[in-house]
């Protein structure tokens, strides 16, 4: 399985961690420089008509031309999450067949195209590179649009800059097409949702949905630290101290390494170890 970002909210301070990116790989040939799969590519949706009421009771039909969703003058929708979801251009549309007939000469297959630049992606998201790695996600869109790693990927960037309700609908669509057991999708996910619900004091929706995809992790996977980490969080965040201890010191037993000294401090200002592990300096 491909290296994949993993990343954690200490109390409002967000961190993220290179856990592991497999296999670094590089561009090769013309095939990099493509545009969006013309599969996807948004319709023009048809005149629409409604019925307005006029003073007299007479009813006037109306038709209603819906412009279409074009990027502003300037804009370069290469650089944005799936494109901006704007309407292409016809010079766009043909940069989108060239590239997907590259792809289709160069791969065995589509979805192998897709993986090899989700690869990259996750590679230059490691070095910092968020431009070009939201540039190899959506080319990985175009050949494989169902692919989770696409709206993971793309949802860590949104997060990264301080974007979470774009992020969480990202994320939100990778997990509608994933097959549900993705333990570790489910708790990067929670993390966002964490992190939003940590801006607002009175966010109790944002802490339900993390708290529900952490158990729903820790059901497939009992041993995932992370997860144990972020219930932790979410059960200071809901004030209830004893299940925070109790996730802590589980995730303490699990791997030590993987602790915040921030979560821990925190934890330690509101109530003291019931184990005694643990204390104030």
């Not at 007299?56 to 502003?72: D, G, H, M, N, R």
């Not at 301080?162 to 992020?167: D, K, L, R, T, V």
């Not at 339900?208 to 932790?232: C, E, F, G, M, R």
């Amino acid at each position: 399985m491909r290296g994949l970002l993993m990343f954690s909210v200490y109390l409002g301070v967000q961190s993220l961690c290179v856990a592991q990116v497999a296999h670094k790989s590089q561009a090769g040939g013309t095939v990099a420089k493509g545009n969006k799969d013309l599969l996807n590519a948004p319709k023009v949706t048809p005149a629409s008509t409604k019925t307005i009421e006029a003073t007299s009771a007479e009813v006037v039909a109306e038709k209603v031309v819906l412009v279409p969703k074009t990027a502003p003058a300037g804009v370069d929708i290469n650089y944005l999450p799936l494109f901006g979801q704007y309407e292409k251009t016809e010079a766009q549309l043909v940069n989108d067949e060239m590239f997907l007939s590259e792809c289709d000469r160069e791969f065995k297959s589509r979805k192998e195209a897709g993986e090899f630049f989700n690869k990259m992606a996750w590679q230059y998201l490691s070095e910092g590179d968020k431009s070009t790695a939201t540039y190899r996600f959506n080319l990985a869109y175009l050949l494989e649009p169902e692919n989770i790693e696409i709206y993971w990927g793309l949802g860590v960037i949104e997060f990264q800059n301080g974007n979470y309700s774009q992020a969480i609908d990202l994320m939100n669509k990778g997990l509608e097409l994933s097959d549900g057991k993705n333990y570790v999708f489910m708790t990067d996910l929670a993390t966002v949702y964490i992190k939003k619900a940590l801006g607002n004091t009175y966010s109790v929706i944002e802490t339900q949905k993390a708290k529900d995809l952490l158990n729903s992790a820790i059901k497939i996977q009992p041993q995932y630290t992370p997860a144990h980490v972020q219930l932790t969080i979410v059960s200071m965040v809901e004030n209830d101290l004893d299940a925070a201890w109790a996730h802590f010191h589980k995730a303490y037993e699990l791997n030590p390494a993987e602790l915040s000294k921030e979560v821990l401090l925190e934890l330690l200002s509101r109530k003291d170890d019931p184990k005694g592990i643990f204390k104030k300096n």
